[in-house]
């Protein structure tokens, strides 16, 4: 059963759990350009209510800091991250396996673009685990989609009992 729809909201169930790849992966993924581009900060509110936003913050600074040119001073931003996400008893502190947590403070020495490579990639994989699982059957969620497919179907026209195929 496919959805015909022009809005660009999920309606099926397999849309609804998309892989929160597609929410992280976008081009320009924390522009604050284009009303239609809601769905990160509305992740980004459910993590703040379940006082997990550092997640979140950790991989958008991950993303910002592989962006980062080389003549950046890659080891002072490195160490700063770290400092503030990685290291045990951050401000901040992600929940990281001590493998990883020890990998990633031996990547400081290069300070490449790739340091934060596998310690981003697991917070990445414990949000599409956990988290994100929870902010799809969250009551936030709910409401914007509820609130996108009634605007969707008010502004197409569409009739509500012909959208399915």
């Not at 609804?16 to 284009?34: N, T």
């Amino acid at each position: 059963m496919e959805l015909l729809t022009s809005c660009a909201v999920p309606f099926s169930a397999k849309d609804m759990k998309h892989r929160i790849g597609f929410l992280l992966h976008k081009a320009d993924l924390h522009s604050d350009q284009g009303a239609g581009n809601i769905g990160l900060p509305a992740f980004a509110t459910f993590l703040k209510s379940e006082f997990s936003e550092e997640n979140i913050e950790f991989w958008m600074v991950c993303e910002d800091y592989k962006k980062m040119a080389p003549h950046e001073s890659l080891a002072a931003k490195a160490n700063d991250i770290y400092d503030k996400y990685v290291a045990v008893n951050s401000p901040r502190e992600v929940n990281l396996d001590s493998a990883t947590r020890e990998e990633t403070r031996k990547n400081l020495q290069i300070a490449g673009p790739s340091c934060f490579e596998e310690a981003q990639k697991k917070i990445f994989l414990l949000m599409e685990k956990d988290s994100y699982r929870r902010f799809l059957n969250s009551k936030l969620f709910l409401d914007m989609t509820q609130s996108a497919r009634n605007e969707c179907l008010l502004t197409d026209n569409i009739n509500p009992f012909h959208i399915y195929l």
